[in-house]
């Protein structure tokens, strides 16, 4: 905001009360109540206005409180955001950054743990992103902000809180690009956002056991950056999703048919994909804990898929 | 000091403020906008007669000042259906004016008074009543409709409009032609099966040109799709009309959006869109977008009778308002949506009176009279920019043609209903008649005009219909500002079988 006048941010209580996860606190005192907007109640509303603001000009980020939220805007997202710029012939851009916590958190519910990237994948016209250290998150959303076209940046709950030591200059990480967390040999794990730390934690229990993990965060959702995970798969021949989705058409299972369709040869054994079960996050504490793939489910599938 | 005209609507709103029912204060948003109110602030001096006595200037956010100003007490009066002065007070206009009443030394009532008949609420204070009573879900009488020429094209008695030189009119009045030529002959090349679809604006002809004619070309339009005169108007040819409805590849849109969903940056016309209403939130975007670089320019946002019944609807209207944005909605009321006649789309007195529910002035005019539209937009326009507010107009007009050519209104509604509204109750022969009364037009160069704008879009038609398609590759590019590798693999593949299987793809698309 304060390299490009253009920038704005725009969404429900963003201002004075500095965001649901104090993402944009401090912004309205330092940049006015015109360039961080506190909206009305209507998602579709001011992702609508966005649009609308982003076609003459400026760059407007959109908060969602709750990335769950943003389902009241998929009309907006999927019928204008995703299409204006095609369907003018290229006339109206529309480079707006769409972002939110989503995920599963801690007991918020159903409508509160929404994983909105398995919903929103197919919209031709935008990019996701997921960020998932604070390193990442800085970058990407640099690089999402400074892109002309529409970005959905998927945040997650329960990271916000993470502490990391990061350059204080400038930095820009490429959207399209997938993060090597830790090279290996024997398998290629591929996740993303919280997950990321799951995965992490199941390999230091299989580095203990002998095992050799390659993780990948994937970091772009879509387009996916089949050249690292292709590379990877060439080298380790088995493959690992573990995700937060839901496990019918999420994001895993369009990574499974990609992963399939173009390193067919290279899979030694048919790709595991380990997702959230298809049912709503319940309340429950225990219960919640189990529609999210633990460290243990991870340890166990590798073990299964390096027989 | 420039003020403008406030009108309280009952004392009992500020029952501890003995303030005068016609009080003066101003909204001020940046210093480019006075020297366009000194002309209302002499009008203004001249009808109260009257020097403005005490005044305060207040700043209440940060691009804003509000100034109050009391009058004497035996001031006369304008008359209260005074249209040149009819605002309402914002909430937050009446927060701050109870907050600073005692600058003006007003004297309170006494204090048993203050807290037996108001009471404090967010939002500010209400007076109470001990009965229970209910506002009416209607009025006796609804909002009268500004209307400036009769049916015969006479101006009525008083009827107050801007004046329009020959030059203006006359371009409308062709406009308005040249519309009415291109729907019919471009509906003729649809059911001919030369392009796939249309819609007219058959009966509207006067909502779109003169509406038109009365913004500036840098005002932005946010189309719902029955408002191709507006491009007509700002110069887009029969020939980009044609083009966009053939798909060619001359087509500014390169052939991806169906026909009637033109889109010209340089004309400052937003790509129609296809779902209702979706583009009056976004017309609060672009609003916003231009006063954060102040722009002398609004957005302009259309919609039909239908499309007020869409979420969209309430929220755009309720941010313009909460944003203080200047957007100028104008809702073309032409009794259908599709086969939904009004009745079955909401209860309300027409549209106008939503306007009031969101803090929004709003106005009902003439749709089919061209100098009304054309003198209330006019008005409306000034208003939105200089006040940096939205505007809410509902033009009362009747669709003549069919919804689309994919639909038969006869199937729902009366013939004799059509015919009526085609023939006596066309806009183009009321305003017709006043132009050639004006000596401005004869019957004679009317047969001309219509003779050659149906040369032309005939001949447009032919062009186009034998242009070239745009080619492939335009079907992978701008869906990003650059073609990523999947779609770069997609087009690939795409050619890869078409030049396996060439005799099963159309041949005229060029590759």
Known sequence: ?307 | MHLLVFKICCSSVFPSLKIHPLSLFFLNSEQQTIPTLISNMNLLANILKQPIRKSVLIHHRSCRLTLFAKLPESLQLPAVNDTLFCFSLSTTAHTLLSQHAPLFDLQEQDAHNVNVQSIDFPGGRVTFTPQIKFISESTDKRVPCYRVLDDDGYPFAGSRSEQVDKETALKMYKSMVTLQIMDHIFYEAQRQGRISFYMTSMGEEAINIATAAALSPDDIILPQYREPGILLWRGFTIEEFANQLFGTKNDAGKGRQMPVHYGSKKHNFVTVSSPIATQLPQAAGIAYSLKMDNKEACAVAFTGDGGTSEGDFHAGLNFAAVMEAPVLFICRNNGWAISTPISDQFRSDGVVVKGQAYGIRSIRIDGNDTLAVYSAIRAAREMVIREQKPILVEALTYRVGHHSTSDDSTKYRPLNEIEYWKTARNPLGRYRKWVQRNGWWTDEEETELRGSIRKQVMNAIQVADKTEKPSLKELFTDVYDRLPLNLHEQEKSLRETIKRHEQDFPADVPL
């Open chain 1, 1 to 307: 905001m304060d390299r490009d006048p253009r920038v704005c941010v725009m969404g429900e209580d963003v201002g004075h009360y500095g965001g649901s996860y104090k993402v944009t606190k401090g912004l309205a005192t330092k940049f006015g109540d015109l360039r961080v907007l506190d909206t009305p109640i209507a998602e579709n509303s001011f992702t609508g206005m966005a649009i609308g603001a982003a076609m003459t000009g400026l760059r407007p980020i959109v908060e969602g409180m709750n990335m769950g939220f943003l389902l009241l805007a998929f009309n907006q997202i999927s019928n204008n955001c995703g299409m204006l710029h095609y369907t003018s012939g290229g006339q109206f851009k529309i480079p707006v950054v769409i972002r939110g916590p989503g995920g599963v958190g801690r007991q918020l519910g159903a409508e509160h743990s929404q994983r909105l990237e398995s919903y929103f994948q197919s919209i031709p016209g935008i990019q996701m992103v997921a960020c998932s250290t604070p390193y990442n998150a800085k970058g990407l959303m640099k690089a999402a902000i400074r892109s002309e076209n529409p970005v959905i940046l998927f945040e997650h709950v329960l990271l916000y809180n993470l502490k990391e030591r990061i350059p204080d200059e400038e930095y820009v990480l490429n959207l399209e690009e997938a993060e090597m967390v830790r090279p290996g040999e024997h398998v290629t794990i591929l996740t993303y956002s919280r997950m990321r730390y799951h995965v992490m934690q199941a390999a230091k229990t299989l580095v203990n056991k002998g095992y050799d993990p390659e993780v990948i965060d994937i970091r772009s959702l879509k387009p996916f950056d089949l050249y690292t995970i292709g590379n990877s798969v060439k080298k380790t021949h088995r493959v690992l999703i573990v995700e937060e989705c839901m496990r019918t058409g999420g994001i895993g299972a369009s990574l499974t048919a990609s992963i399939n369709e173009n390193f067919h040869d290279y899979l030694d054994a048919p790709i595991v994909c380990l997702s959230s079960q298809d049912v709503p996050t319940p309340y429950a504490g225990v219960l919640e804990e189990w529609t999210v793939v633990q460290p243990a489910q991870i340890v166990a599938a590798v073990e299964q898929l390096c027989q």
